[in-house]
């Protein structure tokens, strides 16, 4: 199946320092979504984005919906021993409705203290 | 409501058997979806439940593949003749028709049924 290309695959980052992680697509998606997973667990929602252009935070985590809709972006601020994780962007066609999700194919984040 | 529960959380089965997992999704959760994730890969649509209707399934779905979700609460999807190409995490998700999909009714995953195929 389809999966949206995420980069960087992976990255090791020192306690304290800012982290990017982006994600783009060959097709536009309505709603743009990040999840992060922790080893044996499901995805967690992090952050949902609705409109083109829309910028929106959550505590340390700021993501944005590209103008194109064809592509986002996850800042994480100050990072912390427990953001290590998986981040998964996820995308979804059709407005308005719950409908399948398109998942990237991840940034795996490890934090050095 | 503790959220999304699956279970078995792991199953490891020998090549040719049958195996079912089971979702049982948040209660007021009318819509359920079935996702299947591979090592190193993000999740990946299989299908998905409006009440006890199947009104979509991907093309990863194979023959061997069966889910239901006969009273629209709970579902159960079946592998049958399993192959080891079939190890992966099969994760469960629900949400309410027409909610923002971050919102209160918004998607949410279980923990997910991790399968071994041997």
């Known amino acids: 199946g389809q999966q949206l290309n995420q980069s960087p695959q992976s990255m090791f980052i020192q306690e304290g320092e800012d982290v990017s992680m982006n994600c783009t697509s060959s097709?536009?998606?309505?709603?743009w979504l990040w999840y992060k997973q922790d080893p044996g667990e499901g995805p967690v929602l992090l952050i949902a984005?609705?409109?083109?252009?829309e910028l929106t935070s959550n505590g340390r985590l700021t993501a944005q919906f590209g103008i194109t809709r064809k592509d986002s972006f996850l800042n994480i601020s100050a990072s912390i021993p427990s953001d290590v994780g998986i981040y998964f962007c996820?995308?979804?066609?059709?407005?308005?409705?719950?409908?399948?999700?398109?998942f990237g194919t991840g940034t795996r984040l490890q934090v050095t203290l | 409501d503790t959220g999304v529960s699956q279970d078995p959380r792991h199953k490891i089965t020998k090549r040719g058997q049958n195996v079912t997992f089971r979702c049982d999704p948040i209660?007021?959760?009318?819509?359920l979806y079935w996702y299947r994730q591979t090592l190193g890969q993000g999740p990946e649509f299989l299908t998905y439940f409006q009440n006890e209707a199947q009104l979509e399934k991907s093309r990863l779905l194979s023959d061997r593949f069966s889910a239901e979700r006969p009273k629209g609460s709970f579902s159960t999807l079946e592998i049958q003749r399993t192959e080891q190409g079939d190890s992966a995490m099969y994760l469960c998700a629900s949400n309410r028709l027409g909610s923002p999909t971050g919102g209160n009714y918004g998607y949410t995953f279980g923990s997910g049924t991790r399968l071994t195929v041997v």
């Open positions: 209660s007021e959760h009318n819509r």
């Open positions: 984005l609705y409109k083109a252009g």
């Open positions: 097709s536009i998606f309505n709603t």
């Open positions: 996820a995308g979804q066609s059709q407005p308005g409705t719950a409908s399948k999700l398109t």
